[in-house]
């Protein structure tokens, strides 16, 4: 118990000495940030609007959630990223961000690859609708709403 009360002493010591502000911790970072956080709570809001579609993605290849849920949590991965993604591109020195999207680039388009290809797998051996089997890696590709595989790769 003491050493974290030495520790947390240390910590409060050096950020008492600290003479040059710290510029994430600004005003205005305070209020972009805010205004982020509502944004995301908003947008996952979306799926309680009522919608005539209702699950619109129906067919051989299976029935979907709600057109509005997926607006919604397509919206919030694609806000939750975009933005993080910015940002690093505007700090970082330009080989270092173009690295980093490389790779980010990378991991999705492999995971969507992988996601499609398992997908395609399975439908071809339990369905009999073999003629849709594009359509149906495209609905499984639309209705993921796991991980935010299309925003990676939109923000790489």
């Known amino acids: 118990m003491l050493e974290i009360y030495r520790v947390f002493l240390c910590l409060a010591r ?3 000495m600290a003479t040059v502000p ?16 509502v944004s ?6 979306i799926h ?5 579609w209702g699950h619109a993605l129906c067919g051989v290849w299976g029935c979907g959630p709600p057109l509005s849920a997926l607006v919604s949590y397509h919206g919030f991965w694609l806000l939750f ?5 910015v940002l690093y591109s505007r700090h ?3 080989a270092s961000s173009r690295r980093i999207g490389i790779v980010v680039s990378a991991i999705a388009i492999v995971a ?12 071809w051996q339990y369905s009999t609708g073999r003629d849709y089997i594009f359509q149906r890696c495209l609905f499984r590709l639309a209705t993921y709403v796991g991980f935010p595989l299309i925003p ?3 923000a790489g």
């Open 14 to 16: 050096s950020v008492s």
């Open 22 to 37: 710290s510029k994430l911790l600004s005003f205005r970072n305070l209020i972009w940030f805010a205004a982020w956080g």
């Open 40 to 45: 995301l709570f908003g947008v996952l809001r």
């Open 48 to 52: 309680f609007l009522e919608d005539r």
């Open 81 to 85: 990223i975009l933005p993080i993604a």
């Open 92 to 94: 970082l020195p330009p």
């Open 112 to 123: 969507i690859i992988l996601l499609v290809v398992v997908d395609a797998i399975s439908f």
């Open 152 to 154: 990676m790769s939109l």
